[in-house]
């Protein structure tokens, strides 16, 4: 009763000013094929939290939409929502380009918002003008250490059966699986960069997760 | 000294060879002649013939250059035996010789001019015969070998094993690597520079206590081994065996958790002790100050010290900055808090080392709930850690780690501020452990007012079950109140809910009742209870007996106000309709049975009522004598009035 009032955007600003959202993601990324995933899967088992619970598995679909405005380069948007949990929130996601920033850096560093919304956010999306690029399906396991998070997965392309089943009729796009070490972390926090390759390291010979430069990656052929 | 002698007397010194020539003869007149020195070319010669052609072929090689040299200057010589062909002069064999390697030479040199050509001779491999193997002979040959290396490797384990076993006899302490190796199975080690460290702390399960458990690990001194007690088994790590025990490695835990700490948890209520839970997770008394003490009981107590002071120094801080309406209290090793008016919570730390002489505080009474709270706090400090661990997985799997379900929905389902902060609230230890021991509490209460009723109540029988299944905040009783040899005819059920600090009464007619923490307030419910039960009861035995219901009020208006509850009567009337029985019950004064008859007995008609049917409007209410009335209860009792009014006709 004798608290001052304060207003929604009072506390937004005062949470951007004292820098706790998490909006830039430092990512490490490498492949293993299906022959080996067992064995990585058994080391990250012991090297991360929680050895007594299993690991975590996950199937999300994910799609991609773009918005072409006055600017040259179309705004790209990504709504990602879990198959096996039906009743949490869908995730709308901005990732932007990763820092060019200098060749020490171990880890990628990119900023990335996410915000958590209903199942309307398609039709909202397609309301404002965008137009969806492409969707896929991942499927794999989740681990934790300390803050990073491990995920390794397979990518499915979306079958044509879109009933909300399509898991009959998928089909993965490489006989490998995707190992991604990422963190979510507020902006100059850049210490967690060099426990997250550290923690790579552990990791080497089963699997080798490196920057990946996305700019070489859209030249090849 | 020659030099000088020199200079003194200047001498000439000559030197020469001395005659080595060899005497060839002497002639009479003493003059001895010599046999001529060879010559450069015989000397040559000479040596030319202890050459051996069938000999290593650089020899030749170098020797053929110089012969070939001198062979065009000697002439003559003298004769000297040849190999196999007799030859004019010594060179003559060399000759021979050099020249047929000089054809040689040329023949190859021309052969392999040609066959670098490649047109008229090609080189090509020999064909060799197969060399014919016989495997099995290869078999025997190195299944043998294999036998001997195999012999070789044996007797040198078999040594190394005796001599094992020669120094685990001889020792009967185990080895301390072994020990190390059971050491590492239980704890955590590691090795930094030249000491091992260990880590007993609860850090790794979820602790964010900041003192250290960390203990270091040594090698213990040779000592004798005392006798008489038998040397242990090698390896052992049970420690049930004679604390006398010596092994190979000392542990040392820091001053600070030495001995054996326990938290002891008491219920007082005003100076009286009503019930206690001591917890002692070792299972045994004061700390054993035995040095020789396993290093696996040591380490435990330990952890254990470790364990209750961090729950300790927790309740502690939530104590001192909680608001509670009678203000919790720490003093020295005790928390004391109010559970319920007049009952207050003593949670003690005791830490003995053992060192010095602590007087025992005088041994607790256990009651029959003797490790629960105790096993509580242990739990939820255990569930505080597990929580600062198992943090949720995203799902998706692209968002932030960290925020729970519900925390996650907050967005899209718009929850405003006001659930937010409900969100961030969270229960304190010392909260939960005193909702626990209040809900003990009013179960103790609730239990002894159903016990007393039950015995002071005989005539309808007060069953109560309560459910087996239960949280430590809350129980159920479900209570049964019906007449013996009356079961079926009617019974009342009611359900209690019991709570930390009050009692919900769910009653069959659907009427729910709050009751608070007060134990009177329950009695007094039962009470009311069983007494409209017997009104009930009494309408479903007339209906068994034939009898009619009138009327019935379970709240009658009539008659002196009842300082409990209100009374309850019911009118029943006979099947032909002669008599009329009506019941009043109250909880205070009991019950009022009381008769009419239908055509009055006294009816006289006079001035004012003439004709005879005026007699059958009934005459007065008769009571009945109840005490002395026949039957074990009051619906027997009602049984056989009923049936003895009942007249056929």
Same mark, same amino acid.
């Given at each position: 009763?004798?608290?001052?009032?304060?207003?929604?955007?009072?506390?937004?600003?005062?949470?951007?000013?004292?820098?706790?959202? =998490?909006?830039?993601?430092?990512?490490?990324?490498?492949?293993?094929?299906?022959?080996?995933?067992?064995?990585?899967?058994?080391?990250?088992?012991?090297?991360?939290?929680?050895?007594?619970?299993?690991?975590?598995?996950?199937?999300?679909?994910?799609?991609?939409?773009?918005?072409?405005?006055?600017?040259?380069?179309?705004?790209?948007?990504?709504?990602?929502?879990?198959?096996?949990?039906?009743?949490?929130?869908?995730?709308?996601?901005?990732?932007?380009? =990763?820092?060019?920033?200098?060749?020490?850096?171990?880890?990628?560093?990119?900023?990335?918002?996410?915000?958590?919304?209903?199942?309307?956010?398609?039709?909202?999306?397609?309301?404002?003008?965008?137009?969806?690029?492409?969707?896929?399906?991942?499927?794999?396991?989740?681990?934790?250490?300390?803050?990073?998070?491990?995920?390794?997965?397979?990518?499915?392309?979306?079958?044509?059966?879109?009933?909300?089943?399509?898991?009959?009729?998928?089909? =993965?796009?490489?006989?490998?699986?995707?190992?991604?070490?990422?963190?979510?972390?507020?902006?100059?926090?850049?210490?967690?960069?060099?426990?997250?390759?550290?923690?790579?390291?552990?990791?080497?010979?089963?699997?080798?997760?490196?920057?990946?430069?996305?700019?070489?990656?859209?030249?090849? =052929? | 000294?020659?030099?000088?002698?020199?200079?003194?007397?200047?001498?000439?010194?000559?030197?020469? *060879? #001395?005659? &080595?020539?060899?005497?060839?003869?002497?002639?009479?007149?003493?003059? &001895?002649?010599?046999?001529?020195?060879?010559?450069?070319?015989?000397?040559?010669?000479?040596?030319?013939?202890?050459?051996?052609?069938?000999?290593?072929?650089?020899? &030749?090689?170098?020797?053929?250059?110089?012969?070939?040299?001198?062979?065009?200057?000697?002439?003559?010589?003298?004769?000297?035996?040849?190999?196999?062909?007799?030859?004019?002069?010594?060179?003559?064999?060399?000759?021979?010789?050099?020249?047929?390697?000089?054809?040689?030479?040329?023949?190859?040199?021309?052969?392999?001019?040609?066959?670098?050509?490649?047109?008229?001779?090609?080189?090509?491999?020999?064909?060799?015969?197969?060399?014919?193997?016989?495997?099995?002979?290869?078999?025997?040959?190195?299944?043998?070998?294999?036998?001997? *290396?195999?012999?070789?490797?044996?007797?040198?384990?078999?040594?190394?094993?005796?001599?094992?076993?020669?120094?685990?006899?001889?020792?009967?302490?185990?080895?301390? %690597?072994?020990?190390?190796?059971?050491?590492?199975?239980?704890?955590?080690?590691?090795?930094? !520079?030249?000491?091992?460290?260990?880590?007993?702390?609860?850090?790794?399960?979820?602790?964010?206590?900041?003192?250290?458990?960390?203990?270091?690990?040594?090698?213990?001194?040779?000592?004798?081994?005392?006798?008489?007690?038998?040397?242990?088994?090698?390896?052992?790590?049970?420690?049930?065996?004679?604390?006398?025990?010596?092994?190979?490695?000392?542990?040392?835990? #820091?001053?600070?958790?030495?001995?054996?700490?326990?938290?002891?948890?008491?219920?007082?209520?005003?100076?009286?002790?009503?019930? !206690?839970?001591?917890?002692?997770?070792?299972?045994?008394?004061?700390?054993?100050?035995?040095?020789?003490?396993?290093?696996?009981?040591?380490?435990?107590?330990?952890?254990?010290?470790?364990?209750?002071?961090?729950?300790?120094?927790?309740?502690?801080?939530?104590?001192?900055?909680?608001?509670?309406?009678? #203000?919790?209290?720490?003093?020295?090793?005790?928390?004391?808090?109010?559970?319920?008016?007049?009952?207050?919570?003593?949670?003690?730390?005791?830490?003995?080392?053992?060192?010095?002489?602590?007087?025992?505080?005088?041994?607790?009474?256990?009651? &029959?709930?003797?490790?629960?709270?105790?096993?509580?706090?242990?739990?939820?400090?255990?569930?505080?850690?597990?929580?600062?661990?198992?943090?949720?997985?995203?799902?998706?799997?692209?968002?932030?780690?960290? #925020?729970?379900?519900?925390?996650?929905?907050?967005?899209?389902?718009?929850?405003?501020?006001?659930?937010?902060?409900?969100?961030?609230? !969270?229960?304190?230890?010392?909260?939960?452990?005193?909702?626990?021991?209040?809900?003990?509490?009013?179960?103790?209460?609730?239990?002894?007012?159903?016990?007393?009723?039950?015995?002071?109540?005989?005539?309808?029988?007060?069953?109560? %079950?309560?459910?087996?299944?239960?949280?430590?905040?809350?129980?159920?009783?479900?209570?049964?109140?019906?007449? %013996?040899?009356?079961?079926?005819?009617?019974?009342?059920?009611?359900?209690?809910?019991?709570?930390?600090?009050?009692?919900?009464?769910?009653?069959?007619?659907?009427?729910?009742?709050?009751?608070?923490?007060?134990?009177?307030?329950?009695?007094?419910?039962?009470?009311?209870?069983?007494?409209?039960?017997?009104?009930?009861?009494?309408?479903?035995?007339?209906?068994?007996?034939?009898?009619?219901?009138?009327?019935?009020?379970? %709240?009658?208006?009539?008659?002196?106000?009842?300082?409990?509850?209100?009374?309850?009567?019911?009118?029943?009337?006979?099947?032909?309709?002669?008599?009329?029985?009506?019941?009043?019950?109250?909880?205070?004064?009991?019950?009022?049975?009381?008769?009419?008859?239908?055509?009055?007995?006294?009816?006289?008609?006079?001035?004012?009522?003439?004709?005879?049917?005026?007699?059958?409007?009934?005459?007065?209410?008769?009571?009945?004598?109840?005490?002395?009335?026949?039957?074990?209860?009051?619906?027997?009792?009602?049984?056989?009035?009923?049936?003895?009014?009942?007249?056929?006709?």
């Amino acid at each position: 009763m004798s608290q001052p009032v304060t207003t929604a955007m009072d506390s937004l600003t005062a949470a951007l000013k004292s820098n706790i959202i =998490p909006n830039q993601e430092y990512l490490l990324q490498g492949s293993v094929l299906d022959s080996a995933v067992e064995v990585l899967l058994h080391r990250l088992r012991g090297l991360c939290d929680n050895v007594d619970s299993g690991p975590e598995t996950f199937h999300d679909h994910e799609m991609c939409f773009s918005i072409r405005g006055t600017n040259l380069q179309p705004l790209l948007l990504r709504v990602r929502r879990a198959l096996d949990y039906q009743d949490m929130p869908w995730q709308l996601r901005y990732i932007g380009q =990763p820092e060019i920033g200098d060749k020490n850096r171990p880890t990628i560093v990119r900023s990335s918002i996410d915000i958590g919304t209903s199942s309307t956010v398609v039709e909202f999306l397609t309301e404002l003008g965008c137009r969806m690029d492409f969707e896929y399906i991942v499927r794999g396991y989740m681990f934790r250490k300390g803050r990073m998070k491990i995920t390794v997965s397979k990518i499915f392309k979306v079958g044509q059966v879109a009933q909300g089943k399509p898991a009959e009729s998928m089909e =993965p796009m490489s006989q490998s699986y995707l190992v991604e070490l990422s963190v979510l972390a507020p902006s100059g926090q850049d210490a967690i960069a060099e426990d997250m390759r550290s923690f790579a390291e552990q990791l080497r010979p089963l699997v080798q997760l490196e920057k990946v430069d996305y700019k070489r990656l859209q030249h090849m =052929p | 000294m020659s030099n000088l002698l020199n200079m003194a007397y200047s001498v000439n010194i000559s030197v020469e *060879a #001395p005659i &080595e020539n060899q005497i060839q003869e002497i002639t009479y007149d003493g003059q &001895e002649i010599y046999q001529t020195p060879l010559s450069m070319s015989e000397s040559l010669a000479k040596l030319a013939q202890k050459i051996d052609f069938s000999k290593a072929s650089t020899e &030749e090689i170098v020797k053929e250059g110089a012969d070939q040299q001198d062979k065009n200057d000697e002439d003559s010589a003298t004769k000297e035996s040849a190999t196999f062909q007799s030859s004019l002069w010594p060179w003559d064999s060399v000759r021979n010789k050099l020249r047929n390697a000089l054809t040689e030479v040329c023949v190859l040199a021309d052969v392999l001019a040609i066959a670098k050509e490649k047109r008229y001779i090609v080189l090509d491999h020999v064909p060799q015969d197969a060399l014919e193997t016989k495997p099995m002979v290869q078999v025997y040959a190195r299944k043998k070998a294999l036998a001997g *290396a195999a012999s070789v490797l044996l007797a040198g384990a078999e040594r190394l094993r005796a001599s094992q076993n020669e120094l685990a006899r001889n020792r009967t302490t185990p080895d301390f %690597h072994i020990e190390l190796l059971r050491l590492r199975q239980n704890w955590r080690l590691k090795k930094v !520079s030249n000491s091992i460290i260990g880590d007993l702390s609860y850090r790794t399960a979820g602790s964010k206590y900041a003192q250290t458990g960390m203990f270091e690990v040594t090698k213990a001194e040779e000592e004798p081994q005392a006798t008489g007690s038998p040397p242990p088994s090698p390896g052992a790590g049970a420690a049930a065996g004679p604390p006398k025990s010596s092994s190979a490695l000392r542990v040392t835990v #820091p001053s600070e958790l030495q001995g054996v700490a326990y938290i002891e948890v008491l219920c007082q209520k005003d100076q009286e002790d009503l019930c !206690s839970a001591t917890i002692n997770l070792l299972g045994s008394g004061p700390a054993s100050t035995n040095p020789d003490v396993h290093w696996q009981q040591k380490l435990e107590a330990a952890q254990n010290v470790l364990f209750c002071k961090e729950l300790f120094n927790q309740l502690a801080k939530e104590a001192v900055q909680l608001q509670a309406p009678i #203000p919790h209290m720490v003093v020295g090793n005790q928390i004391m808090a109010t559970v319920l008016p007049g009952i207050q919570l003593i949670i003690g730390l005791y830490h003995s080392t053992g060192n010095d002489k602590k007087p025992n505080p005088t041994p607790p009474q256990k009651s &029959e709930h003797d490790h629960v709270l105790e096993h509580s706090l242990h739990q939820l400090l255990r569930e505080v850690h597990h929580k600062n661990t198992h943090h949720p997985f995203p799902h998706p799997s692209s968002g932030p780690v960290g #925020p729970s379900k519900k925390r996650c929905l907050a967005g899209p389902m718009a929850a405003d501020r006001y659930e937010l902060l409900e969100m961030t609230k !969270s229960q304190t230890l010392l909260e939960q452990i005193i909702q626990q021991a209040q809900h003990f509490f009013m179960r103790l209460r609730t239990e002894y007012v159903l016990d007393t009723i039950a015995k002071e109540v005989k005539d309808p029988l007060i069953v109560s %079950h309560w459910n087996a299944l239960n949280s430590p905040t809350q129980s159920c009783v479900k209570i049964n109140i019906m007449t %013996h040899g009356y079961d079926s005819v009617y019974r009342t059920s009611l359900v209690v809910h019991v709570g930390e600090k009050s009692l919900k009464c769910v009653c069959r007619d659907g009427r729910v009742m709050h009751m608070s923490y007060e134990p009177q307030e329950l009695r007094d419910l039962i009470f009311c209870q069983i007494y409209q039960h017997q009104i009930t009861a009494v309408q479903g035995l007339a209906k068994c007996m034939g009898w009619q219901f009138l009327a019935n009020s379970t %709240h009658l208006g009539l008659g002196a106000v009842e300082p409990l509850g209100n009374a309850s009567s019911c009118i029943l009337a006979s099947p032909i309709g002669d008599r009329i029985i009506a019941v009043r019950c109250e909880p205070q004064t009991g019950v009022q049975v009381a008769i009419a008859q239908s055509p009055r007995k006294d009816f006289f008609p006079g001035q004012l009522v003439k004709e005879r049917k005026w007699e059958n409007l009934g005459g007065s209410f008769k009571e009945v004598r109840w005490d002395k009335m026949e039957g074990k209860n009051f619906l027997n009792k009602m049984e056989l009035l009923m049936s003895s009014l009942t007249s056929s006709q």
